[in-house]
């Protein structure tokens, strides 16, 4: 987001960045089907935030001018991975997995 030429917020998300939805909706099948088949499932989230982008420019007493400009940005990222054993529900399920936050 911009606002008087300076950006605000800057935000992507990394589980569909640059992704058709036909894959995503494979990707989907994918994981019901090593569901079923009791595989090891990994999915991973990336959100990168721009949370300053700014310049300020004062008038110096020798004509030149001061340009100050600051920038910020963050990146946190969500890694989990695991198995999920539904074979008979009546008994339990049974569900083991990491889950990895970065900063």
């Known amino acids: 987001m911009r ?12 589980a569909n960045n640059g992704v058709e939805e036909d894959t995503m909706q ?21 959100k990168n935030t721009m949370f300053i982008d700014s310049s300020y420019t004062i ?25 999920v054993d539904i074979k008979d529900p009546k008994s339990g399920v049974l569900i083991e997995g990491n889950f990895e936050p970065r900063l």
């Open 3 to 14: 606002m008087f030429g300076n950006e605000l917020s800057y935000n992507m998300y990394g």
């Open 26 to 46: 494979a990707d989907v099948l994918k994981i019901i089907d090593k569901l079923a088949k009791n595989k090891m499932q990994d999915f991973s989230i990336t």
């Open 59 to 83: 008038p110096t007493v020798i004509g030149l001018p001061l340009r100050l400009t600051v920038n910020g940005s963050t990146t946190v990222a969500l890694n989990v991975d695991g198995t």
